[in-house]
Every structure is written in structure tokens, then in C-alpha cells.
Antibody, heavy 116, light 109 residues
Framework: QVQLVESGGGLVKPGGSLRLSCAAS????????MSWIRQAPGKGLEWVAY????????YYADSVRGRFTISRDDAKNSLYLQMNSLRADDTAVYYC?????????WGQGTLVIVSS | EIVMTQSPATLSVSPGERATLSCRAS??????LAWYQQKAGQAPRLLIY???TRATGTPGRFSGSGSGTEFTLTIGSLQSEDFAVYYC???????????FGQGTKVEIK
């Protein structure tokens, strides 16, 4: 069955960096578009970034553009989110999800806390 | 950016009753509308896409309708496992962002 497992979250100081990973299994990873979505504590969902099957098409939310980088390694069936210049308002659970637009499968999320 | 507005924020319903949730888009998204269910402490789960197509595993008591700017999610007869937060999301925008509503919490009356 489809599984997405995020890792790499934790506590980081403002201005710091973190790299999130998402390990995919149960499907042909290279055949699918992938996205990152986040959810601040007690808040709603915010789409963060998208990467196409080939990696040639990438888009970001305005709130993270220039600070976050999405990437994929099809040989490792993995999706990544490099987060730099982190701010307090980046504190959230970060989910990876399979899909372009329609987010058909989600991981369980990894918590990122940005605090001094 | 397309703004999605859900109503009500909270819906109190008794088990076995029908629940109707609304979602409005600030501009037409055609039928590019999905609904997700999120239970406490869990990841969201896709319920409906294309405004009315049930995702694999979605029970028949869930139905979606609408197009353009007005959408509805109906839960025909609420079961205990249906008490959760429901989000609508538009994916008509290209390029992204794909935007979510703020959610409707369905709670036990």
C-alpha cells in the first residue's frame, strides 16, 4: 500500500536551517508529482511547494519562495524540503503528499518548531 | 490567489443525522475542488475530488456537489467516525498556489 513517511523535523532557532525528507513506498515514485503542505498548530492547511515528475517544474507558496527548496531523488524514492532562514511563523507540521492539485495520499507529518 | 471560504466554522450534529458543509471560492474553480477529512492527531485524507467524485475508500454516505464558486459536502447519516474537521481545496489555479478553506469542524451534538 502507499506509504509516505516524513522525517527531519525538530526544534531550530530563527534564521536556522532544516532539511525534511519523505520516504515513499508502495507505488512507482517517479511516476508521480509530489507536494509539501504545512499546518501551523491549531490552524488550517497551507500548500507549500510542488515538484513535477521530472523535477523540471517547481512552484512555491509566496510565503516560502526564496527560502525553501523542494527536490526529489527517484533512485531513493524520496522527496525533500530544504528550509533556510526559518522564521517563527514557519512552525508547523509538514506533510508530504502525492499529487498535483489533488493530494491523494499524505504522510503522517513531521513537526518543525522555530523558536529561540 | 483564490480564497476559499467554508461555512459554518463548527457544525454540531447528532449521530445518524445529515450534515451539510459549504465551501465558496472567490472566483470560479470550475469543478477543480477537493474535500479532505482530518481527524484529531492524524493527517488529512482525500474524500472527494472533481467536486463530486468519491476517492477510493470513501463511504457512499459522503457526497459532493457544485461547480464554479459554490460547493457542498453532504454526509448522509453521520457515524461516530465522521466527527472530524473537513477542508475544501481548489486546484484549478495554474500555476499554484492551490488553496484550502479554513475548515469546518463537525462535532457531536
Amino acid at each position: 500500500q502507499v506509504q509516505l513517511v516524513e522525517s527531519g523535523g525538530g526544534l531550530v532557532k530563527p534564521g536556522g536551517s532544516l532539511r525534511l525528507s519523505c520516504a515513499a513506498s508502495g507505488f512507482t515514485f517517479s511516476d508521480h508529482f509530489m507536494s509539501w503542505i504545512r499546518q501551523a498548530p491549531g490552524k488550517g492547511l497551507e500548500w507549500v511547494a510542488y515538484i513535477s515528475r521530472t523535477g523540471n517544474s517547481i512552484y512555491y507558496a509566496d510565503s516560502v519562495r526564496g527560502r525553501f527548496t523542494i527536490s526529489r531523488d527517484d533512485a531513493k524514492n524520496s522527496l525533500y524540503l530544504q528550509m533556510n532562514s526559518l522564521r517563527a511563523d514557519d512552525t508547523a507540521v509538514y506533510y508530504c503528499a502525492r499529487g498535483e492539485g489533488i493530494l491523494s495520499y499524505w504522510g503522517q507529518g513531521t513537526l518543525v518548531i522555530v523558536s529561540s | 490567489e483564490i480564497v476559499m471560504t467554508q461555512s459554518p466554522a463548527t457544525l454540531s450534529v447528532s449521530p445518524g443525522e445529515r450534515a451539510t458543509l459549504s465551501c465558496r471560492a472567490s472566483q470560479s474553480v470550475k469543478s477543480s475542488l477537493a474535500w479532505y477529512q482530518q481527524k484529531a492527531g492524524q493527517a488529512p485524507r482525500l474524500l472527494i475530488y472533481g467536486a463530486s467524485t468519491r476517492a477510493t475508500g470513501t463511504p457512499g454516505r459522503f457526497s459532493g456537489s457544485g461547480s464554479g464558486t459554490e460547493f457542498t459536502l453532504t454526509i448522509g447519516s453521520l457515524q461516530s467516525e465522521d466527527f472530524a474537521v473537513y477542508y475544501c481545496q481548489q486546484y484549478n489555479s495554474w500555476p499554484p498556489p492551490w488553496t484550502f478553506g479554513q475548515g469546518t469542524k463537525v462535532e457531536i451534538k
